[in-house]
T-cell receptor
Framework: DVKVTQSSRYLVKRTGEKVFLECVQD?????MFWYRQDPGLGLRLIYFSYDVKMKEKGDIPEGYSVSREKKERFSLILESASTNQTSMYLC?????????????FGPGTRLTVL | DAKTTQPTSMDCAEGRAANLPCNHSTISGNEYVYWYRQIHSQGPQYIIHGLKNNETNEMASLIITEDRKSSTLILPHATLRDTAVYYCIVRGRDDKIIFGKGTRLHILP
């Protein structure tokens, strides 16, 4: 079974803390993605990566950074968490967008910033 | 912005076919239609995709109109576990996947 796992299902942090969200996929996929999902706004792409050490900004990268040191792992970093970053964070991966194949999603991390 | 329009919510009786419509009137020739769903507290799950021809897999069928301006996802025998938000997405070769607001499908016992 293909799998995308995220380090935590629920996380509570304080304003100003540095937050790391980890995502691991076991499918040897080249591409990995970080989204956030908020009521009424749907899923919005934060960052994505097409290869190790490669990263591209998505639609809402402000306040976030990412790291892809290994093919299977894609980390989302909140340098200084703020309350407006309270959200559901979803990681996804796929093999090659030009193959028109589907993205596989992780279970999500619900982050609350107090 | 999402390139699709879907009803906000729909109801379907358990055991009946659920037909979820999607309008994508501005679709271009190289863009595919994808369907995902998201069950509460889980990540989105891929269902099916197609370009021009109708498609079927173990989960669902996808009917695309001849002019490709709309499509319908069919769950042939809906169960309570099919209660979810269903997203219709249009994307081309180099496009990111953009999720709209989707249709909230309620399966009624």
């Amino acid at each position: 079974d293909v799998k995308v796992t995220q380090s935590s299902r629920y996380l509570v942090k304080r304003t100003g803390e540095k937050v790391f969200l980890e995502c691991v996929q076991d499918m040897d996929h080249e591409n990995m993605f970080w989204y956030r999902q908020d009521p009424g706004l749907g899923l919005r792409l934060i960052y994505f990566s097409y290869d190790v050490k490669m990263k591209e900004k998505g639609d809402i990268p402000e306040g976030y950074s990412v790291s892809r040191e290994k093919k299977e792992r894609f980390s989302l970093i909140l340098e200084s968490a703020s309350t407006n970053q309270t959200s559901m964070y979803l990681c996804a991966s796929n093999r090659d967008p030009q193959d028109y194949n589907e993205q596989f999603f992780g279970p999500g991390t619900r982050l609350t910033v107090l | 912005d999402a390139k699709t329009t879907q009803p906000t919510s729909m109801d379907c009786a358990e055991g009946r076919a659920a037909n979820l419509p999607c309008n994508h009137s501005t679709i271009s020739g190289n863009e595919y239609v994808y369907w995902y769903r998201q069950i509460h507290s889980q990540g989105p799950q891929y269902i099916i995709h197609g370009l021009k021809n109708n498609e079927t897999n173990e989960m669902a069928s996808l009917i695309i109109t001849e002019d490709r301006k709309s499509s319908t996802l069919i769950l042939p025998h809906a169960t309570l576990r099919d209660t979810a938000v269903y997203y219709c997405i249009v994307r081309g070769r180099d496009d990111k996947i953009i999720f709209g607001k989707g249709t909230r499908l309620h399966i009624l016992p």
